[in-house]
């Protein structure tokens, strides 16, 4: 995907980039492939799929949540910034926060975000089964998102107790989803949430299948959700 393809096919989903965006992304990619030499942050450094692999597969999920209204969200495990960098550059109003275990990843985002001049952008160094259990975060968020990171009875695990009741999280998943669903429902139920719906839709030039599982919270997270640091992967709840 070359960068008027990327403009192009975001315009057709209403979503415009004016030409500072657009520049913003180019940096962000030059900034990727920069620091990608000293760090693993990235198998894709070609700027073609890096623009089609990263940049809009991780705006896909707006053209299925709206992301107009002053949220504040959190990705967890956003390792190089995906999906939430590319979303707050296209959405400059929404307050993101990013959750990742490595701190190197941690430097080059904050590096990054100051680099894109992105206002209201927060980086947390921290395991997200600890981060989840922290007052100041725990059902504090409008929105809550993770790409790739885990299967979902993980993941909402790590996910949901940060979803304030009546808030969403929003997970972006690959070909799988209606699998991992199925085992992951009861852990879903566990943690407050109920599925409201899942967008299937195929990456262009590439076309392999995406998935965007919208869960909304109900009800509260119980206290001893997330388990310690580990446990939810080794014991999903299933």
Not at 45 to 71: G, M, N, Q, R
Not at 98 to 115: G, T
Not at 116 to 137: I, M, W
Not at 180 to 205: Q, R, Y
């Amino acid at each position: 995907m070359n960068v008027e393809q990327f403009q192009q096919l975001l315009a057709e989903k209403d979503i415009i980039l004016s030409p500072k965006q657009l520049e913003q992304f180019e940096l962000y990619y030059q900034l990727l492939v920069e620091w990608n030499e000293k760090m693993n942050l990235t198998a894709i450094t070609d700027k073609y799929e890096v623009y089609l692999k990263h940049f809009f597969d991780s705006i896909s999920a707006a053209f299925y949540t709206d992301f107009s209204a002053p949220l504040s969200i959190c990705d967890v495990g956003a390792g190089a910034g995906f999906p939430s960098i590319p979303i707050k550059i296209c959405f400059p109003h929404l307050q993101v926060s990013i959750v990742d275990s490595l701190n190197k990843r941690i430097s080059f985002l904050d590096h990054l975000a100051k680099s894109l001049q992105l206002e209201n952008v927060h980086f947390y160094h921290d395991r997200a089964e600890t981060f989840g259990q922290n007052p100041k975060h725990r059902e504090a968020y409008d929105l809550v998102t993770a790409r790739a990171v885990a299967r979902m009875s993980v993941l909402s695990e790590l996910c949901m107790p940060l979803v304030k009741v009546d808030g969403y999280f929003v997970a972006m998943k690959a070909a799988s989803a209606n699998e991992e669903l199925d085992m992951g429902k009861k852990a879903i139920a566990t943690f407050g949430g109920e599925i409201e719906k899942i967008d299937s839709f195929v990456l262009p030039f590439e076309e392999s299948e995406r998935n965007i599982i919208t869960v909304k919270k109900r009800k509260s997270t119980p206290k001893k959700y997330p388990r310690k640091p580990g446990t939810p992967n080794k014991l999903p709840i299933e």
